[in-house]
């Protein structure tokens, strides 16, 4: 199955906010609430940020926001912090054998 | 706690057979699907497989279908990825991870890194 398509990078200076978009189909993203982010640090296992479309896990701080519009979600971090850098990963359930692709990923440069 | 904890990094020739493996432990592994995802250097993510250790139930994606076998045992609540003959491009680092009630994979594994080289 095809990834769902994001942006290869994205940055944003210290305290300012930024949206990575996460595009897919009306089998994945458009047809289902199960979109997930995950933030990748290097050399770390990702980390789930975002589950069902805008829920973050215990832990994870109100900075991170999920949306959806059609067959498009976005992860909005606001209050950039030096930390924040990292890859960031949507994914969907979809139709497909296996239940859930991923998105091909984007680099978050904090200036 | 739940944890995933995964075993070592392997270094293998082409043509090698390997099995890495997934302990799972802090929550009941048979009510949560499991499964594998390769990252290659400097590349995205992409799922393998998973599998629901309850009944065996496994399923593929079509990339990898036929490439790896998946499998788990719960009596020891640790599931399995295996080649029966590894490829260079096998190279790669493969994580393990929980997959929760809403399709969000909620729990990793640390990774294993695997490098297939002459």
Known sequence: QSALTQPASVSGSPGQSITISCTGTSSDVGGYNYVSWYQQHPGKAPKLMIYEVSNRPSGVPDRFSGSKSGNTASLTISGLQAEDEADYYCSSYTTSSIHVVFGGGTKLTVL | ?118
């Open chain 2, 1 to 118: 706690e739940v944890q995933l904890v995964q075993s070592g990094a392997e270094v293998k020739k082409p043509g090698e057979s390997l099995k890495i493996s997934c302990k799972g432990s802090g929550y009941s592994f048979t009510s949560y699907w499991i499964g594998w995802v390769r990252q290659m250097p400097g590349k995205g993510l992409e799922w393998m497989a998973i599998i629901y250790p309850g009944d065996s139930d496994t399923r593929y994606s079509p990339s990898f279908q036929g490439q790896v076998t998946i499998s788990a045992d719960k009596s020891i609540s640790t599931a399995y990825l295996q080649w029966s003959s590894l490829k260079a491009s096998d190279s790669a680092m493969y994580y393990c991870a929980r997959r929760g009630f809403s399709y969000a994979s909620d729990y990793w594994g640390q990774g294993t890194l695997v490098t297939v080289s002459t």
